[in-house]
C-alpha cells in the first residue's frame, strides 16, 4: 500500500525566511509524485510533478527535489501570499491515476 | 483558463437520504476521479472514471456510491443512504490522458450529514 508522510505539520516563517518541507514516501514503483498547495476551503491547485531521483522543478519562490524515498519542497524568500497548505501525493505502479495524499504541511507566512 | 467545476458548493442532508454531487470536468478531458476530504484529514481517493466505466476503485467507495456521466459534460457521484461519517469535502478531478497527466481539481462541495 503506498504511504505519504509530510513534515512538519505546520510551518510558521517570517517573510523572507526561506525553508524546506518534507515528503517522505513508500510506493511499489513510482509512478509520479506531486505536489499541490490548497487555500482553505478550496480544492488542490496543482504545482509540481517529479517522475525520477534527481529530478528538480522551479516555479517562482518554489523548488521540488526528488530523491528515492523522498522529495523536498524548497520555498526561497516566501512571502505572505505562499500561506497555505501544501499537500504531496504520490502514484504508484499499481495504479493508473489513484493519487495518495500525505496529511500536508500548513505554511503560514507573517509579514 | 478551463477549469472544474462543481456545483453545489454546500449541500446538507438527513442521514439516510441519497444526495447528488455534481462536476463539470475541463472540456476535452477524458479521465475523472472523485476525492473526499474528512475535515482534518488526508485527500483520499475514491473511485477513477473512464470511458463510461469504473477503472479503479477504494475500499470507501461500497456500493452506497455510483458514479455517471449523464451527458457530454457532466460527471455525479451519488450516495444511496448518506451516513454521518460521509460528511466531508467532495473533490472531483480530471485530466486529459490518465496516468501522471496532471489532475485539475475542482473547488469541492461540502457534504453535512445530520
Known amino acids: 500500500e503506498d504511504q505519504v508522510t509530510q513534515s512538519p505539520e505546520a510551518l510558521r516563517l517570517q517573510e523572507g525566511e526561506s525553508s524546506s518541507l518534507n515528503c517522505s514516501y513508500t510506493?511499489?514503483?513510482?509512478?509520479?509524485l506531486f505536489w499541490y498547495r490548497q487555500d482553505p476551503g478550496k480544492g488542490p491547485e496543482f504545482l509540481f510533478t517529479?517522475?525520477?531521483a534527481g529530478e528538480e522543478k522551479e516555479k517562482e519562490r518554489l523548488k521540488a527535489t526528488l530523491t528515492k524515498k523522498e522529495s523536498f519542497l524548497h520555498i526561497t524568500a516566501p512571502k505572505p501570499e505562499d500561506s497555505a497548505t501544501y499537500l504531496c501525493?504520490?502514484?504508484?505502479?499499481?495504479?493508473?491515476?489513484?493519487?495518495?495524499f500525505g496529511q500536508g504541511t500548513i505554511l503560514t507566512v507573517h509579514p | 483558463e478551463p477549469e472544474v467545476t462543481q456545483t453545489p458548493s454546500h449541500q446538507v442532508t438527513q442521514m439516510g437520504q441519497e444526495v447528488i454531487l455534481r462536476c463539470v470536468p475541463i472540456?476535452?478531458?477524458?479521465?475523472f476521479y472523485w476525492y473526499r476530504q474528512i475535515l482534518g484529514q488526508k485527500v483520499e481517493f475514491l473511485v477513477s472514471?473512464?470511458?463510461?466505466?469504473?477503472?479503479?476503485k477504494s475500499e470507501i467507495f461500497d456500493d452506497q456510491f455510483s458514479v455517471e456521466r449523464p451527458d457530454g459534460s457532466n460527471f455525479t457521484l451519488k450516495i444511496r443512504s448518506t451516513k454521518l461519517e460521509d460528511s466531508a469535502m467532495y473533490f472531483c478531478?480530471?485530466?486529459?490522458?490518465?496516468?501522471?497527466?496532471?489532475?485539475?481539481f475542482g473547488p469541492g462541495t461540502r457534504l453535512t450529514v445530520l
Open positions: 510506493v511499489s514503483g513510482l509512478r509520479g
Open positions: 472514471f473512464y470511458n463510461n466505466e469504473i477503472s479503479e
Open positions: 501525493a504520490v502514484q504508484g505502479g499499481t495504479s493508473y491515476g489513484k493519487l495518495t
Open positions: 478531478a480530471s485530466t486529459l490522458r490518465g496516468g501522471t497527466d496532471t489532475q485539475y
Open positions: 472540456s476535452n478531458h477524458l479521465y
Open positions: 517529479l517522475y525520477s
